[in-house]
């Protein structure tokens, strides 16, 4: 009797990235050794510098111009056959700049996910940092998300949070809060890829398996005689 085990033939995941500008936080996927392919990275601006960046690292690139499109629902529908053709698992919004139709989200339905510069539901939109500044919040953060039709408002999946100190400006906040989208983005990607997370019935993210941890960030800092 043959006792050799059958070869399991686990697919691995494709995802296509969809930038508007800088792609840092693209980079920081391209750097992360995630274990799918990216298959490709495609910006609605032609002049995109993050473009540039992904055919460094040897990637396909695609511009679809949103502005040859007069409206949101053909170009919505140029991007859904251009992102198709690479038939991904997964869409990726880093730093995509445009608001998408329902019906290009129903199309991708729990394939489409997005980073977002806020600790939602506070902040949804833009200018989250000065906004978060001018209300004086102590903590601040960023937010990894399915999208869905409510704009900014889809499952969380993974959240980092940062303190606010006294003399931030939109622009040093913006930094301190960029750098932990760049560790929060390849993780939910990573666990997506290696099927560890799921929806429950109430539209829910869960972990299938996690060791949670609560370490508190209080800020400002608590002197610690009365901490
Ligand atoms: C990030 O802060 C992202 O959260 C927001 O736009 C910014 C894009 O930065 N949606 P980059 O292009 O990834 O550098």
Known sequence: MNHKPESV?????????????????????????????????????????????????????????HRNY????????????????????????????????????????????????????????????????????KIHGCTVHFVTSDVDHGPIIIQAAVPVLMDDTPATLAARVLDQEHRIFPQAIRWLCNDEISLSTEGKVQMKCLEQSGCPLISPKMELAHA
């Open 70 to 137: 007069p409206d949101r629902e053909s170009f919505d529908a140029e991007l859904a056959l251009c992102i198709d053709s690479y038939r991904p698992d997964l869409i990726v919004l880093a730093g995509f700049m445009r608001i998408l139709t329902p019906q290009f989200v129903a199309r991708y339905q729990n394939k489409l996910i997005n980073i977002h510069p806020s600790l939602l539901p506070a902040y949804s939109g833009l200018s989250t940092h000065a906004r978060a500044l001018q209300d004086g919040v």
């Open 9 to 65: 033939n686990v697919a691995i995941k494709s995802i296509v990235i969809l930038i508007s500008g800088h792609g840092s936080n693209m980079r920081a996927l391209l750097e992360a050794d995630l274990p799918c392919k990216i298959a490709a990275v495609i910006s609605n601006r032609a002049d995109a510098p993050g473009l540039e960046i992904a055919k460094q690292y040897g990637i396909a690139t695609k511009v679809v111009a």
